[in-house]
């Protein structure tokens, strides 16, 4: 009975239901403006509630949370310029459904499962929070580097054209996380003497500079295009169209609760490794991926608001952080004189569930909020062409220069567009790049760990991956999926069917 009651802690009292929804609202909007992060957005909201009480402070950090993650889908779908990195994969099928005057239709679709995949990820924390926190512990270092080696091996399912090309831009992309200091040994890499690069080169800015900015040059081409007219009749879902995913939302909801558990990961990687499930389960799509499927939008979005509940798994019963956010709000408790960990279930469960209740409300209000105030957005592809490539690009301009108060990074931003724009002329994907970006940095890190850990011993290296049962879980399924990616997979199993045909 308390713990029902510290659930609905928040709609007994109406001023904590406020700030949730308030949270939620800004979230979305925040989650909407490329470089505008939930993690920003979050750690400034510290220094503000500091000082309020802790159930106020934490609803309205909640509420930002939630509305943020699924927020960033809508430039995804409308401009082609995710808003977090959690939307990548959503904008590889929401903009061409935009394209093709279907831009409600999809926003309708990923609020959807968006809120559903939240439902999912709220459900794990609040029934299985211990269960998964274990499974999260059992990853050791060479265990984050396999899983990025497997994320790495997306470039298949990110690449609709040329594997090889695809291969090319994550590789550029590894080698653009790796640029600046190396962070143990503080030595330069690919900074060719340059002060600018040893910093490194902001993510945001080649996200927002490879997706909005080459958008935009390549839009030039067709300024005096006519805008294609919207469709706004059918933004919620019917029960049929959700019956058809719901198998497919399952699944991926599960991959982001199990990412977004694992500290350091997050719903972009959850987000990515689900659009590439979708692609592998999914064998006869009404439209194929890249242009508009609707499995595409399904995937990524269930996946990337499961892992927020994911993340809050190890802060809450370990006081290990799943990502940034948690990172943040782990802090927030501290401060508020808490201690996020096991104790924290046994000495004040209430606060727990009140997070848990706080969560459910932020999904709901989110669902709320996501399906209304669409036929406005929509406009925004409508406007002509010559009046949204400069906004495209003053927004891009603005997101870039938000995260660090740099002009270095706009300059990166403008430089990764042209860049951006080329490779799309000659048919090089942008997403494997954005990927190894991502990547990089779990890689490097995870390889040295490993491999400290092991004396710099390659055998007991291996040795180790084939002892442990996880490990070896995940490298067969490595081995596999980098099979099934080359021409003689392809080959072989032609030649499988042709016989079981005969």
Sequence with gaps: MDTFLAILT???????????GIGTFAGIYIGAIPGLSVTMAVSILISFTFSWDVYPAISLMVGIYMGGVYGGSRTAILLNIPGAPSAIATAMDGYPMALRGEAGQAIGVT???SFFGGLIGILVLALAAP????????????????????????????????????????AFGLAIGAVGRDPLTF???????????????????????????????????????????????????SFGTIKKFLPLSLQTSTIGVIIGALPGTGGDIAALMAYDHAKRVTKNPDVPFGEGAMEGLVAPETANNAAVGGAFVPMMTL?????????????????????????????????????VGALFTANIFMLIFGLTGIKVFTKIVEMPRAIIIPLSLLLSIVGAYAVNNSISDVYWMLAFGVFGYFMRHYGYPLGPVILGVILSRLLD???????????????????GILTSPLSLVLFTAVILIFVSQTPLWTALKSQLFKKAAS
């Design 319 to 355: 006081g290990i952080p799943g990502d940034a956010v948690t990172a943040i709000m782990i802090g927030a408790l501290f401060i508020h004189g808490l201690n996020p960990g096991p104790m924290l279930m046994i000495d004040q469960p209430d606060m727990f569930w009140f997070i």
């Design 187 to 237: 030595t330069k890499r690919f900074t060719f003497d340059l002060q600018i690069m040893e910093g490194g080169i902001s993510f945001i800015a080649v996200m927002i500079g490879m997706f909005g900015v080459s958008e935009a040059l390549l839009q030039l081409q067709n300024v005096d295009k006519k805008a294609v007219r919207q469709k706004i009749d059918k933004i919620v879902p």
């Design 111 to 113: 609020t959807v499962m």
């Design 10 to 20: 928040i709609f007994t009292h109406p001023e904590l239901l406020v700030l949730v």
């Design 131 to 170: 269960f998964v926190s274990e499974f999260a512990l059992m990853f050791q270092p060479r265990d984050y580097m396999l899983l990025a080696v497997l994320g790495i091996l997306l470039v298949g399912s990110l690449s609709s054209g040329s594997l090889v090309k695809g291969i090319f831009a994550g």
């Design 445 to 463: 890190d995870n390889w040295r760990r490993a491999i400290i850990s092991e004396r710099e011993d390659l055998g007991r290296f291996f040795e």
